[in-house]
């Protein structure tokens, strides 16, 4: 049987806290979903088809990693889909606090046997938030080290367009 897991967010954009999740994600189940998720009342930095190919290409890698998106209820697209597991990164405690709430939330609404697997961020990762990288990129710090290369290049472009 194959192990299905799936590691959502908005990835806007993709830091290597979150590559580095997925890496270790991928070596433990045979088919790894990163999904997207379309929240139509938030503007991106990305557009959503943008951080889909940013995201395709920075998992490029990872011959089990699939890059989708969804929008609605996570527990929808996880019983539509048939994931064994949901994966979820922490950093810090006050991630696990929110993520608590949401993976038992969650649960409820599984229809399957679905778990909530946390997996902490490497300790060097810990701090960096998609947030933060927006922000000190638009005031043109660099970013270099806590994303991949690519969406530095992406993001450089990006901040050229406006």
């Known amino acids: 049987m194959e192990r299905k897991a799936l590691y959502a967010g908005s990835f806007d954009p993709i830091t290597n806290g979150h590559l580095n999740i997925i890496e270790r994600a ?4 045979d088919s790894f979903t990163v999904a997207i998720v379309v929240n139509p009342n938030k503007k991106g930095f990305f557009s959503i088809d943008e951080r889909l190919e940013i995201v395709r290409n920075v998992t490029a890698h990872l011959p089990n990693v699939r890059v989708d998106k969804f929008s609605g209820l996570l527990a929808d697209y996880v019983n539509e889909n048939g994931f064994a597991a949901v994966v979820r990164g922490l950093r810090a405690t006050t991630d696990f606090e929110n993520e608590i709430q949401m993976a038992q939330m969650n649960a ?55």
Not at 26 to 29: C, G, H, L, M, Q
């Open 108 to 162: 409820r609404l599984y229809s399957g046997d679905t778990e909530t697997i946390f997996l902490m961020t490497d300790p060097k990762y810990s701090f960096i938030s998609s947030s933060m990288i927006k922000e000190v990129a638009s005031l043109g710090g660099s970013v270099d080290g806590l994303v991949p290369e690519y969406v530095i290049k992406k993001i450089k472009d990006k901040l050229q367009e406006e």
């Open 26 to 29: 991928a070596r433990i189940y």
